[in-house]
């Protein structure tokens, strides 16, 4: 098992090692040659264009499970420091480690990110890998996935979690291919039974919960939803050991170039997954301008607007905006729903609100039935009202 170089095919044309984020080849006698700090990531497999590169890992039957240990988290960053999914994932981990008599690991890659540590360790993370580098600042698939794969590999965890976030959704499967494991995507409960983890999610629709196991592979890996892991009381004594992760990118051997990135939420305003109030329509809206009426709302209460599947596939709303099974899950403290019939795929999406309220025309939609205050009229006009009462009781606060 490991990596060897074909001297035959081998050119020593140099792009292994520019590819490669650990600094683990070189170049002797106009041949590739591979350091001892190696971790067989594959970043340089990928790159050779005279396939002169082989790696053989140990096959899932060659593998002493009993080496792997301890509970990982990728923490995902944001403008201005840590997201709230990588808490919740934090969370959940010292749970699930604490179950198993084991300890909390958690990677983080960024750029000038160490001020972040002491966050995450708060968060019951025991161990800290980060990896900084300028070529780290914004996302990069190649090399989150050649850096992340190696530590695995270096480390052995027992149990890798991903965030369910658009980033995670790329990284998370991309890892796991790479290793030749399971993944379990969009989970929404982690427990541990006879010592393995159990990835419950929903499936056929939402109809039906679905239990899974990784019995025979490890690490066991799966990406958990937003908002659905219960953030644990922060203790900002905890100390976390830091694993500085030396790391070399040559931003001209990146094989993806990252040329705009185009955000679809106003500058300033809350994401989604992020906001106390979200104010959702659906196809009961009638029309894109008829958001505006939401849009009224959510500015005078400091909440966001939200929109069903129905609503963003007529092209009323952009992709982001969307809650539900294929969209967000979201958590506020009060999501109202106007023209939302409320079908399971959009309930999987926001029932853990704290409080619902609903408005809809139909009185037999199946939102009422998970609503805590429903309404049945013409959002057009009750929405308005409402929004101008709670302008004055504002402004006499």
């Known amino acids: 098992m490991g990596i060897e ?18 600094a683990a080849i070189k170049i002797k006698d106009k041949k590739a040659e591979i350091e001892a700090n190696c971790t067989l990531c594959g970043s340089c497999v990928e790159v050779c264009n005279f396939d002169a590169i082989l790696i053989e890992r140990p096959k899932l039957s060659d593998k002493d499970l009993s080496e792997y240990k301890n509970v990982w988290i990728f923490v995902e960053l944001r403008e201005k420091g840590v997201k709230k999914v990588s808490l919740e994932l934090a969370s959940k981990a010292r749970e699930i480690a604490d179950t198993l008599g084991e300890n909390v690991g958690a990677v983080i ?18 161990v800290i890998y980060i990896a900084e580098n300028n070529n780290l600042s914004e996302y990069n698939t190649s090399n989150y996935t050649g850096i992340l794969t190696g530590l695995i590999l270096k480390y052995k965890p027992n149990i890798v979690l991903f965030p369910a976030t658009h980033l995670g959704r790329d990284l998370a499967p991309r890892v796991a291919a790479t290793l030749e494991v399971g993944l379990t995507a969009d989970c929404t409960g982690l427990s541990i039974k006879d010592g393995l983890l159990l990835q419950s999610r929903p499936a056929f629709g939402g109809n039906i919960m ?3 196991i ?23 004594t905890r100390k976390a050991e830091i694993v500085s992760i030396p790391v070399d990118i040559d931003s001209k051997a990146m094989r993806i170039v990252i040329k705009e990135i185009v955000k679809t939420t106003k500058s300033g305003t809350k994401s989604l997954d992020e906001a106390d109030i979200i104010i959702s329509g659906g196809r009961g809206i009638g029309s894109a301008d008829n958001f505006k009426i939401l849009e009224d709302l959510a500015k005078t209460i400091n909440g966001v607007v ?10 009323w709303r952009p992709r982001s905006d969307q809650v539900g099974q294929s969209g967000k899950t979201v958590s506020p403290k009060l ?8 079908k399971i795929q959009h309930q999987v999406g926001m029932k853990s609100s704290d409080t619902i309220i609903a408005i809809n025309m139909d009185p037999d939609a199946p939102i009422f039935d998970i609503a805590d205050c429903g309404i049945i009229g013409d959002f057009t006009e009750i929405i308005p009202v409402l929004n101008e009462e709670l302008k004055k009781n504002l402004c006499k606060n």
Not at 114 to 124: D, P, R, S, V
Not at 335 to 342: E, K, L, R, T, V
């Open 306 to 315: 939200g929109a069903s599947r129905a609503a963003v596939d007529a092209g």
């Open 210 to 212: 679905a239990d899974i």
């Open 335 to 342: 999501y109202i729903a106007c023209g939302i019939s409320g």
């Open 214 to 236: 990784s019995p025979n592979a490890r690490p066991q890996m799966a990406t958990t939803r937003p908002n659905v892991m219960k953030i644990q009381k922060p203790d900002f």
């Open 5 to 22: 170089i074909v001297l035959d095919k081998c050119t020593g044309c140099g792009l292994c090692i520019k590819a490669c984020p650990f």
């Open 109 to 126: 890659l960024g750029e000038k990110a160490k001020h972040l540590c002491n966050e995450i360790a708060a968060y019951g993370v025991d």
